[in-house]
Nanobody
């Protein structure tokens, strides 16, 4: 089973950008459907963006036009480019991999948007 490790979080001012990465431990990554989720304090974890093994994408309404999900199967890595960040984007961001009934989560990376 693939293991996932997120990186790229940090503190950024409103209007700024960050790129998150999620590195997978095995080349089997290429056949996983992948997604980015986030969980803010006191809230449930929610889908931010998803990408299928075939490259089809979907986004939460709150991030459409600002965030872009992508994957590089040669590098076994999932990305989330986040632009025009707002304070309400502050959360722990997790990547998730799905292969049939198998669900794999990363450990999360903190994103804080604050002036």
């Amino acid at each position: 089973q693939v293991q996932l490790v997120e990186s790229g979080g940090g503190v950024v001012q409103p209007g700024g950008s960050l790129r998150l990465s999620c590195a997978a431990s095995a080349s089997i990554f290429s056949i996983y459907d992948m997604g980015w989720y986030r969980q803010a304090p006191g809230k449930q974890r929610a889908l931010v963006a998803g990408i299928t093994r075939d490259g089809l994408t979907n986004y939460a309404d709150s991030v459409k036009g600002r965030f872009t999900i992508s994957r590089d199967n040669a590098k076994n890595t999932l990305y989330l480019q986040m632009n025009t960040l707002q304070p309400e984007d502050t959360a722990v961001y997790y990547c998730k991999g799905v292969l049939g009934s198998r669900l794999t989560w990363g450990q999360g990376t903190q994103v804080t948007v604050s002036s």
